[in-house]
């Protein structure tokens, strides 16, 4: 069964930063893959939140961009999701999420609360 290790949620002030990490496994990182995070909040559908391909072709959804940064650093087969200018609504679980060709793979969470 293949891991995705999320770690760096926390309880932040509205306005500030905090970066979150995914860990994939080395053999899965290597291959033609989609990395993305995606985030629910309470009472609401899951929703992606950024997209990063193996070439580091990056996509946002249009509520963090120029806020948020995703990216990857192959050495450690782990891709990021740098946060900044937190607002109460970020608030939510967020999940990374791993897409190859004919498999995909979901983290179990991690959890962003922004107060304000």
């Known amino acids: 069964q293949v891991q995705l290790v999320e770690s760096g949620g926390a309880l932040v002030q509205a306005g500030g930063s905090l970066r979150l990490s995914c860990a994939a496994p080395?053999?899965?990182?290597?291959?033609?893959?989609?990395m993305s995070w995606y985030r629910q909040a309470p009472g609401k559908q899951r929703e992606l939140v950024a997209t990063?391909?193996?070439?580091?072709?990056?996509t946002y959804t249009d509520s963090v961009k120029g806020r948020f940064t995703i990216s990857r650093e192959t050495a450690k087969n782990t891709v990021y999701l740098q946060m900044s200018s937190l607002k109460p609504e970020d608030t939510a679980v967020y999940y990374c999420?791993?897409?190859?060709?004919?498999?995909?793979?979901w983290g179990q969470g991690t959890q962003v609360t922004v107060s304000s």
């Open positions: 990063i391909t193996r070439a580091s072709t990056t």
């Open positions: 080395a053999n899965i990182f290597s291959m033609n893959i989609i």
């Open positions: 999420h791993a897409k190859l060709v004919r498999t995909e793979y």
